[in-house]
Every structure is written in structure tokens, then in C-alpha cells.
């Protein structure tokens, strides 16, 4: 489905997104932040500008399912099956295991969605993996305090809030799978650990069912709730009775746009403020973005897993090449590294996990594949041993006959990128026999209102900055996941034409079941010339207040009337109106 020009896609398994990415972040309150992976191995560190400084060692062969960073500075990382605090260089300071036992790494058990971790002079909180429980621990590991959750679904985080006002201290705790946080006053947790406030996530129009994971909270109050399955992190003013305020992330299409999320799978403040801002584990743009306090983005940083010192260093990604079909094989390109290589070692998943037996160079596509994503992971080993931390390739689908389309080749740009020139986005080569496409342009990584067509006129405020269109193809099983053409720099010439006014040549349509409380879409046609484009929803032929957008939400007063949608088409040498074909909700 469209939603405000972008994509609303299914989720996927957090697994196949996180392989090699980073699910776990944590911030000290000098603007440090450490970055963990399901591959464990180290932690990456990051100053406060977000710049690379150093790794840590981590002590546990397992993934990390959380970071904090304790009020002294040092480091804990939950493993899942035991907690440990490191000195900044890694020393140990203290190891304990979580009651409940081993911990599988699995779906059932994600480390990129499940678990979490609060640190406190005091005591530790553990938000198990593999348990629907809170563990409260002194900091030398003896258990204090076990509190099992409702139900029977697994935690997503655990973060403490003081008293603000009227509030009394909290302990909050997300259920991913539940779509609610639950509240508890921490002053009767081992007394009567029982929820006193259960706030559901609400879904919005046009969202998938709200996945709420990573929290943060301060010294006022202040809820965050990182909604994993829309990229959305929503903002509740806990002593106004948890009034919600405002939404980041753009939500709810998965995007690499500045600002952008696809699947923040960890979220943190430092100080117990959020006067520094946040930082984000955007797992599935592989990156760690930092916010100030009111969103915008202050950095990004690619977050590459670190390796051994002195090991090689990958710099250009993996890549599986083949056709993603049962029967075919499938080639896994080691990339490019930095440094002498001796060998690589390779290993195949699907779905995140590995697959048995494969490790080698080649895989050969089976019928269990078939609606799945395979990665291929590499670690490159240098002569004397040191190792890479493996470095993992896009998510290559296999799509099933039920899947949305898949990009096999991505989008290209065509036409001269100079002021005055119209520029022509490709929609590439996709699985799954597409029905239609969805299009937009962005400037610098920002997506440009109004340029859902596949033209666009370059303009003089385009001089300097590249351009890059995107694209998703949509089918019978819904649209596919957005793919990125490769950007072009905006020169300081001019085409010396002239562009006419905008002429629609294919009529606006509506789209979607015309019923009370349905959303409709409004694919605008097609036209020449590269306008921006504008909507109007009308109900009888009246223009319908706060309905600027491509998309309505029918109201019971719509029943029985005709709708349709108006688009607006403008470029700088003049406008064009189209009309949609009127729809009568019935229902």
C-alpha cells in the first residue's frame, strides 16, 4: 500500500536484516556509544562526532542482545544466557549467568528483538530472551528479584524512569509480540510485581499491528517507544497520563533516507536525559544514526562489525549473484577487502540462520528456500590468523508464489543532470510480474513531496546536490521492499530548453475497496513535463478539508456519496488538473 507517497511493506524476520548489522546500542554520557551484533565477536565504538574509535573485546562467544552503559562508565553486555560488565578496553569486571539457563539463537529467540538491559548503581535488569521475565540483580549477579510478565511472550526491553510530578518511579517493560508496555512502580517490584499501568500501542491508519521494542526514558517523564514493525518511535508524556505527543522516524515505510528508519532494533539516551538527543540501531540500513532532542539527525555512521587487529577490513559488502529460483546456483562474491587475505571463510543462511552444510562459494537454491532471504556471510583471515568479523551480503529472496515483488536489478537514471533538464527514473527488473510501480525522488538522501513520477525536472536548487529516484514494484501480494538507483551529481550547467506545462495524459484512478473506515489511494496517472504533484480528496465534487494527501480514510458521512480525487500537476512554466473517475462507499 501508499502511504504519504512511500511504502507500507510486511515486516520480515528480524533475523535475515540484522545478520552482520548492528542490534544493540548504548550511549555514556560523554557522547561514547557502543554497537553490538548478532555475530558478537566485539563491540564497534563510536565518539561522540560518530567516528570510529577502537573495538572492545567481548568475553562470550554469543550474540549481543543488549548494551547499557553503566553510571561508571563501564560496559555490560547481555548475552542472553549471562550478563557481564567490561572495562572500556574489555577487561572483565564481572560475569553472570541469567537464571533460566541456556538460550538458543533462533527466530523463537531473537537476539535482534528480544532481551534487553538496564544498569543502575544498584542493581541490574534483565529482560530475558528466552524467558518472560525480568531479572533484578546486584551488581555482583546475586538474584534479587524475578518478575514474570502477563502472558507468556518474551520481553523487547526493560528501561527505569525516576519519579517526575505525580509519577512514582517505573520500571517499563515492551512485549514485542503483545504490541504493549507494561508499567511498573519500582518501589513494590519484589513486594507485588504486578503491572500497574498497560498501555496498548496504538495503530495507526495505514500501519502494520505495532511491534513496540526498544524504550528510553528521562528525567521528566518521558516515554519512548521504538514501534519495530512500522519504523516509528512514539513519544508519551508519562505524568499527563501517558498523552502521546509526537512520532519520529518517518514512519511507517522502511527507508534509507536521512532520518529514516528500517527496523530500529535499539534505541538509548545518555544521562537519563533526552537533552542529548538518541541513538538508533537502524539495523536495516546498517547503520547508527544519532538525533538531538527534537529528531532531526545530527550523524550517520556505517557500522561495520569490527575484527581482530591487524585483520583484514572489508570495504566494498558481499554479494550473491544467480537467479533466485529453486534449482538454480547461486554464486557468493567475497567483496573487497583491505589488507592481505590468506582465505575467506563462507557460510550461508536463510532467514538469519545458518543453513547446514553450506559453506561454500556456491549454493544451489532448494524448495525450502522458496519464500525465504538468503545471505552469504564472509570472514576474511590474514596469514597470521587475525580474522574479520564476518561481513554479510544484501538479503537475496526467494520469492514464493504468494511474495511481493523483488528487485533483481535496481533502478536507473537517465537524461542529462543539469538545470532545466528532465531526468527519467527506470523502474529496473523485478520478480513476481508487477503490476504497477511506485515512485519518488530525493535530493541529498530527502525525499522530495510531491515526485512520485517516474520524470523529474531538474531545478536550480538541485545544482550542487545529487539526485536519486526510488522505486517499489506492487503486485497482487502487495509492493516490494524500495530499491535505490545509484545517485547523480548536479552539475552547474544548464540544458538550455524549455519544458511546456505539465499535461496529464492518463487519468488519476482510486484505489482500494471503497468502505467506512477502508484507506484509498490515488495513483495520479501519467504525465508529461515532470510536475510535482498535489491531491484533493472531494466528496460530491466539494473539496474535503485535511485531505491533501494520496491517500483517505472513508468516513461513515462518505456512504453513499461520490468520491474522488483530484491531482494537481506543477512545474515552473505552468499547472495541469486531472480527475479521478468518481467511487460511492456502500458499506
Known amino acids: 500500500m501508499v502511504v504519504g507517497g512511500l511504502v507500507a511493506l510486511p515486516a520480515g524476520p528480524a533475523a535475515a536484516v540484522s545478520t552482520g548489522r548492528p542490534i544493540a546500542v548504548a550511549a555514556a554520557d560523554d557522547g561514547t556509544s557502543y554497537v553490538g551484533y548478532a555475530a558478537g565477536h566485539r563491540l564497534l565504538r563510536l565518539d561522540a562526532a560518530g567516528g570510529v574509535a577502537g573495538s572492545v573485546p567481548l568475553d562470550q562467544d554469543a550474540p549481543v542482545t543488549a548494551l547499557d552503559v553503566g553510571p561508571d562508565g563501564n560496559v555490560w553486555v547481555h548475552y542472553g544466557a549471562s550478563v557481564s560488565e567490561l572495562a572500556p578496553d574489555g577487561a572483565v569486571r564481572t560475569h553472570f549467568p541469567v537464571a533460566g539457563g541456556a538460550c538458543?539463537?533462533?527466530?523463537?529467540?531473537?537476539?535482534?528483538?528480544?532481551?534487553?538491559?538496564?544498569?543502575?548503581?544498584?542493581?541490574?535488569?534483565?529482560?530475558?530472551?528466552?524467558?518472560?521475565?525480568?531479572?533484578?540483580?546486584?551488581?555482583?549477579?546475586?538474584?534479587?528479584?524475578?518478575?514474570?510478565?502477563?502472558?507468556?511472550?518474551?520481553?523487547?526491553?526493560?528501561?527505569?524512569?525516576?519519579?517526575?510530578?505525580?509519577?512514582?518511579?517505573?520500571?517499563?517493560?515492551?512485549?514485542?509480540?503483545?504490541?504493549?508496555?507494561?508499567?511498573?512502580?519500582?518501589?513494590?517490584?519484589?513486594?507485588?510485581?504486578?503491572?500497574?499501568?498497560?498501555?496498548?500501542?496504538?495503530?495507526?491508519?495505514?500501519?502494520?499491528?505495532?511491534?513496540?521494542?526498544?524504550?528510553?526514558?528521562?528525567?521528566?517523564?518521558?516515554?519512548?517507544?521504538?514501534?519495530?514493525?512500522?519504523?516509528?518511535?512514539?513519544?508519551?508524556?508519562?505524568?499527563?497520563?501517558?498523552?502521546?505527543?509526537?512520532?519520529?522516524?518517518?514512519?511507517?515505510?522502511?527507508?534509507?533516507?536521512?532520518?529514516?528508519?528500517?527496523?530500529?532494533?535499539?534505541?538509548?539516551?545518555?544521562?537519563?536525559?533526552?537533552?542529548?538527543?538518541?541513538?538508533?540501531?537502524?539495523?536495516?540500513?546498517?547503520?547508527?544514526?544519532?538525533?538531538?532532542?527534537?529528531?532531526?539527525?545530527?550523524?550517520?555512521?556505517?557500522?561495520?562489525?569490527?575484527?581482530?587487529?591487524?585483520?583484514?577490513?572489508?570495504?566494498?559488502?558481499?554479494?550473491?549473484?544467480?537467479?533466485?529460483?529453486?534449482?538454480?546456483?547461486?554464486?557468493?562474491?567475497?567483496?573487497?577487502?583491505?589488507?592481505?587475505?590468506?582465505?575467506?571463510?563462507?557460510?550461508?543462511?536463510?532467514?538469519?540462520?545458518?543453513?547446514?552444510?553450506?559453506?561454500?562459494?556456491?549454493?544451489?537454491?532448494?524448495?525450502?528456500?522458496?519464500?525465504?532471504?538468503?545471505?552469504?556471510?564472509?570472514?576474511?583471515?590474514?596469514?597470521?590468523?587475525?580474522?574479520?568479523?564476518?561481513?554479510?551480503?544484501?538479503?537475496?529472496?526467494?520469492?514464493?508464489?504468494?511474495?511481493?515483488?523483488?528487485?533483481?536489478?535496481?533502478?536507473?537514471?537517465s537524461g542529462q543532470p543539469t538545470s532545466g533538464a528532465i531526468l527519467r527514473c527506470g523502474n529496473g527488473t523485478w520478480t513476481g510480474r508487477p503490476t504497477s510501480y511506485l515512485r519518488g525522488w530525493l535530493r541529498d538522501g530527502q525525499l522530495l513531496p510531491g515526485t512520485n513520477a517516474p520524470e523529474y525536472l531538474v531545478t536550480d536548487n538541485d545544482r550542487y546536490h545529487e539526485l536519486t529516484c526510488r522505486v517499489a514494484a506492487v503486485n497482487r501480494n502487495g509492493a516490494g521492499k524500495v530499491a535505490l538507483s545509484d545517485p547523480v551529481a548536479v552539475d552547474d550547467g544548464s540544458s538550455g530548453g524549455h519544458v511546456g506545462p505539465p499535461v496529464s495524459t492518463a487519468r488519476p484512478r482510486i484505489v482500494g475497496r471503497a468502505k467506512v473506515g477502508a484507506v484509498l489511494y490515488c495513483d495520479p496517472g501519467r504525465w508529461r513535463n515532470a510536475p510535482v504533484l498535489t491531491y484533493v480528496w472531494r466528496r460530491d465534487g466539494a473539496a474535503l478539508g485535511g485531505s491533501e494527501k494520496d491517500r483517505y480514510e472513508v468516513l461513515g458521512d462518505d456512504r453513499g456519496h461520490r468520491l474522488t480525487c483530484l491531482v494537481t500537476g506543477t512545474n515552473p512554466a505552468g499547472s495541469d488538473r486531472a480527475s479521478s473517475a468518481p467511487v460511492v462507499p456502500r458499506g
Open 104 to 413: 538458543p539463537v533462533d527466530r523463537a529467540h531473537d537476539p535482534a528483538r528480544y532481551g534487553g538491559l538496564e544498569v543502575t548503581r544498584d542493581a541490574v535488569y534483565v529482560a530475558g530472551r528466552c524467558a518472560a521475565t525480568v531479572g533484578i540483580y546486584r551488581p555482583d549477579g546475586e538474584l534479587l528479584a524475578s518478575v514474570d510478565l502477563p502472558g507468556r511472550a518474551y520481553p523487547g526491553d526493560v528501561v527505569l524512569a525516576p519519579a517526575a510530578k505525580s509519577l512514582p518511579a517505573r520500571m517499563y517493560v515492551s512485549v514485542p509480540d503483545a504490541g504493549r508496555v507494561y508499567a511498573y512502580n519500582t518501589a513494590s517490584l519484589r513486594a507485588d510485581p504486578k503491572p500497574a499501568r498497560t498501555l496498548a500501542i496504538k495503530r495507526f491508519f495505514g500501519y502494520r499491528s505495532p511491534a513496540p521494542g526498544p524504550l528510553a526514558a528521562d528525567e521528566k517523564g518521558q516515554l519512548a517507544v521504538v514501534d519495530v514493525a512500522n519504523n516509528a518511535v512514539h513519544f508519551y508524556n508519562g505524568p499527563e497520563d501517558y498523552w502521546y505527543y509526537r512520532t519520529l522516524g518517518h514512519p511507517p515505510d522502511p527507508a534509507s533516507d536521512r532520518g529514516f528508519l528500517d527496523q530500529p532494533t535499539a534505541f538509548d539516551n545518555a544521562d537519563g536525559s533526552f537533552r542529548d538527543g538518541f541513538w538508533v540501531a537502524d539495523t536495516g540500513n546498517g547503520r547508527v544514526q544519532h538525533w538531538d532532542h527534537l529528531g532531526t539527525t545530527d550523524w550517520m555512521a556505517d557500522a561495520l562489525p569490527p575484527g581482530d587487529p591487524g585483520a583484514p577490513v572489508n570495504v566494498g559488502l558481499p554479494r550473491i549473484t544467480g537467479s533466485p529460483y529453486a534449482g538454480r546456483v547461486l554464486d557468493c562474491e567475497p567483496g573487497t577487502w583491505d589488507g592481505a587475505v590468506a582465505s575467506y571463510r563462507l557460510a550461508w543462511l536463510r532467514d538469519g540462520l545458518p543453513v547446514p552444510g553450506a559453506d561454500g562459494a556456491t549454493y544451489t537454491v532448494t524448495s525450502r528456500d522458496v519464500a525465504t532471504a538468503l545471505t552469504c556471510t564472509v570472514t576474511a583471515v590474514a596469514a597470521d590468523g587475525a580474522s574479520s568479523a564476518p561481513s554479510a551480503s544484501e538479503v537475496f529472496a526467494i520469492p514464493g508464489p504468494h511474495s511481493p515483488p523483488y528487485v533483481l536489478d535496481r533502478p536507473v537514471i
